[in-house]
């Protein structure tokens, strides 16, 4: 444990922070799930509109440095790919 004020600050702002990165990660996790059981029932168009939720998550967690640039793009870019081999089969 902390001993210094500051240092007990710190811990509560680290925890915080912590728990907010969580519910975001969490988010988006759920979206790609509920995206890839879109894609599992043959519903292409509420995929799409999953996958412009999940692009606007992800876009505000980069922006605020909750995700990496690059891994954000990653999963934007294998789920647009998800839903595009899906939307040619059909």
Avoid at 18 to 46: E, M, Q
Avoid at 60 to 71: C, D
Wanted: aromatic residues 2%; charged residues 45%; hydrophobic residues 35%.
């Amino acid at each position: 444990m902390p001993v210094k004020k500051a240092a007990f600050k710190d811990l509560r702002q680290s925890e915080k922070r912590g728990l907010i990165n969580l519910r975001i990660k969490r988010s988006i996790k759920a979206l790609i799930k509920d995206i890839d059981k879109a894609l599992t029932s043959d519903k292409v168009d509420d995929a799409k509109k999953l996958a412009d939720k999940l692009q606007k998550t992800i876009d505000k967690a980069i922006q605020h440095g909750r995700m990496k640039k690059n891994a954000g793009a990653r999963k934007k870019s294998r789920v647009a790919a998800r839903i595009k081999e899906n939307s040619i089969k059909k």
